[in-house]
């Protein structure tokens, strides 16, 4: 898969061809919910129920990124999950936190 962006930098503006609201808010949540220095999620939300980072709405903000970008991309959510997503890191995949 040959991805627009740094999956783990993920620029603020979203690159060409990109639908850029769904971009936009999956950039809002990736920025609200990165890790803290005692290795749980910064987000005020996370952290009352002390959420260990990659907290569940980081990997949605991950999965966003790969929403907006979609079929510009080449990806094809038709095929096996492991086809794909080889080069995305696992905390943006279902059951890939930790």
């Given amino acids: 898969m040959n991805l627009p962006y740094d999956p783990e930098h993920p620029p ?3 690159p060409p061809g990109c639908d850029r609201l769904l971009w936009m ?3 809002q949540v990736h920025v609200d919910h990165q890790p803290g220095p ?3 999620c910064g987000a005020r939300t996370c952290r009352i129920g002390s959420f260990v980072w990659p907290c569940h709405a980081a990997g949605l ?3 966003g990124f790969l929403g907006a970008v979609g079929a510009w991309a080449g990806l094809d959510n038709g095929r096996p999950a492991s086809r794909w997503t080889s080069n995305v890191p696992r ?3 279902p059951g ?3």
């Fill in 12 to 14: 603020q503006e979203p």
């Fill in 25 to 27: 808010i999956a950039y």
């Fill in 38 to 40: 005692d290795g749980r």
């Fill in 61 to 63: 903000a991950g999965r």
């Fill in 91 to 93: 905390h943006w995949l």
């Fill in 96 to 98: 890939g936190a930790t």
